[in-house]
């Protein structure tokens, strides 16, 4: 299977080699007032047809026959298209500036960013400038939930921010923040995301279609950026909701050479409660909900071809009530909490090795922890009762995983017709599926200490992707590619070979024919203890005695341009099956047991 699709991959290349083009131009696509890179920007020519889009950190490259007179567009939602006539004698390093549209918009229409790019199947990219416009609960702009108004994308509940995709279940969607992956992405189970409006700067999810640079989820990529902080000034905003405070503060260090931005949000829901339990004295409670998240983000443009980043995320959720009472003698305590923390960490390098060859290097770690404890005590009040009571029961649960990543990335233009992207993602992932922990004192002496834990589990997932976007003919372009997977446990080894297919065909110059095919396979599983969306979420891995999840999907579909392209149909049906998929047998619980949770 590996050699039949490898020999169709260079067979498809080679074919569409004969159509290569002399002199490339490239460069980056930035904000002019900000100096923020754009991703997903237009760039096309006129006279030739030709065109591209800028990648995830806004560079582009192209390529034209010598000494060719070119007239380019450059545009971009939300920005004023900017046109500049080229003598192509040479490769040319060409940066554009695109000024902000300063247009009122007098009616907010959600629409998915179609672009010049036609080998990305069953894609939406939604502007966030759109999204903050729209309605929202509480004053919680929700870029994720915003992606429910698409077809084939459903919440998981009435409320809920989480996602189900083409009948996949939410562990199936694949969170990537600035290319690292994300197991819990929402503030009070599920109601809202857990992503600051403020600091993002794109969202895409892909449905089907998946190119082979993705890999790990069977249902979808939902693919989140962030700003990279103002390079020109100070700039932030800020703003206070029902549900929530947001700040944002952005600035360069070096202006033109380096900046940060840092976005903060903190949850207002424990404030309420604290002045309500303090209105009442007689009380001696104390409950609420606390969550916050916060993103920094540093960049730094080392040179013309080489660019660094810095960031970190981390967002927590905790319910916790106390209450403590005096009565009949005996004072008693009695206290819960549970929450569930994220943390992200990355470092980043971009790297162009030449006007063909960008590369992109990332070391990675995410953290997902969820943790649960209850805590009763009960005292007499006076040393001389004759029945002196002093006992206690705690009990506590936790359960995370620590993942370390390390990928490689690289884009090689061939020519204007092959577009190669290749390489390799090193993932180990280290799970503690849980620990319980029992505690009983009487008359301050244990009578029961117990610690059970289910034995850290050490696995390691190692992928390499090789794919070719090309073109023949000017009608017919396509994404062919594999993703393969190694997936090591203490005793046994997964393989799953993952072939990618994307073709469409120019029927006209307004109807567009589309079809692709492609496996994915899953090693995380997620088990709710009661429901979707819940704090009782635990990710457990694909071990010897549990298999990963795979998916086989097929689609085909049509895009139709109408009224000079102001119009745009699409039409796609799927068929999908999914198999080895788990979930926790009814009845049972994770919570506090002393069982083997497989």
Known sequence: MFKKTFLIFYLLTTISIAFSQNYIISGYVKDRQTGEVIIGANIYESNTSKGTITNAYGYYNISFSANDTLLLHVSFIGYDEYTQKIILNKNQEISFFLNTNKNEIATVTVNGDFNTNKTTGSTVEIPVATAKL????????????????????????????????????????????????????????????????????KVKIIKGGFPAQYGGRLSSIIDIRTKDGNMKKLAGEYSIGVLSAKLSLEAPIKKDKMSFIFSGRKGLLDLYSALYIKMIPEIKENAGYNFYDYNFKFNYIVSNKSRLYFGNYSSSDAIYIYFRQNKDGLKSVNSFETGWRNTVTNVKWNYIFSDKLFANFIFAHSYYNYHNSIYNSYQSLSDTVSDYIDESAKNKYSSNINDFILKANFNYNLNYSNNIKFGINILPHVFKPGVSEFNVMLNKEAILDTVFKNNNINTNEIAFYLSNTFKIRDRINGNIGIYNAVYFTSHKKYFSFEPRVILSYDLSKNIILKTSFVKMSQFVHLLSTAGVGTPADFWVPTTDRIPPQNSYQYTFGTDIYLKNRTIFLNFEVFYKKLNNLIELKEGETLLWTTKDWQ
């Open 134 to 201: 729209l309605p929202s609960i509480g004053g919680e702009t929700d870029i994720i939930k915003t992606l429910q108004l698409m077809p084939g994308i459903q919440s998981a509940g009435e409320g809920s921010s989480q996602l189900i995709v083409r009948g996949g279940s939410p562990d199936q969607n694949l969170i990537l923040l600035d290319d690292v992956p994300l197991y819990y992405a929402n503030h009070l189970g599920g109601f809202i995301s857990a992503f600051n409006p403020y600091s993002i700067k």
